[in-house]
């Protein structure tokens, strides 16, 4: 199934080459990780992952959030473009596709030095969700939240930027959005680690449902890009 609102553009393709492979930049790489998570939220299937989840909320203790990583990884390990470029989807223990790990979804190539982690947040109309999709306090002063890792020396510490989807699950994807931007203009207790410094809006291919956030880290920038992906 289509979603024709999604603006998507297909980047230069790869080089023959290993050693354009070799010269090729960051933003390269980027361009076709983005481009092909936008072409799963374009023709992912809408009905199997509903059932999905349907059958998961059933459950006494469920993971929806989970659910989604694990049926979003199975999806690029079924994707043969994928494999022909020589990119590699993983997440969970040792990579493990179907076990939580410490990264929900990362894009590597044995031609890129960096590895592209995205962690993974549930969203609706819950404050609590936004929160912890950015920064909250779990009490006897310790905090966690997804954009926070990136700052409190837990995640990609040896590059400088990293990713965030949002599971958005009820609620409108933009007033969301705009929760999100809000709660990140907000001081971290490690501050200034982490304060936001400017907002990149629609930054991925113009599409309303993205946009980056650049924070001070170590003195220098750290770019994380937003996908807020609808499955309501």
């Not at 837990?154 to 949002?166: A, L, R, W």
């Not at 929760?179 to 907002?199: R, V």
Request: aromatic fraction near 16%.
């Amino acid at each position: 199934m289509e979603r024709e609102y999604i603006k998507i553009t297909q980047p230069s393709p790869l080089p023959d080459y290993t050693t354009h492979l070799k010269e090729l930049d960051d933003e390269f790489w980027k361009k076709w990780v983005f481009y092909h998570l936008l072409h799963f939220y374009q023709n992912y299937d809408t009905s199997e992952l509903i059932k999905k989840i349907e059958t998961e909320r059933k459950k006494t203790k469920s993971d929806i959030e989970d659910l989604i990583a694990v049926f979003i990884r199975n999806y690029f390990r079924k994707n043969r473009v994928i494999e022909l470029q020589g990119f590699k989807v993983v997440g969970g223990v040792n990579n493990d596709l179907d076990v939580k790990g410490l990264y929900d979804i990362s894009f590597l190539h044995s031609y890129w030095n960096k590895d592209f982690h995205f962690e993974c947040k549930n969203l609706d109309n819950n404050k609590d969700l936004v929160n912890k999709y950015v920064y909250y306090n779990k009490g006897h002063f310790e905090y966690d939240g997804g954009v926070f890792r990136y700052f409190n020396g837990k995640y990609s510490q040896d590059i400088d930027f990293g990713g965030m989807i949002g599971f958005v699950l009820k609620g409108n994807v933009l007033e969301l959005k705009n929760k999100i931007i809000e709660k990140l203009e907000e001081k971290f207790a490690i501050s200034p680690e982490g304060d936001l410094q400017s907002i990149d809006n629609n930054s991925i291919n113009e599409n309303e449902f993205t946009f980056d956030s650049i924070h001070n880290r170590k003195d220098r920038h750290f770019k994380i890009h937003h996908l807020l992906f609808d499955f309501t």
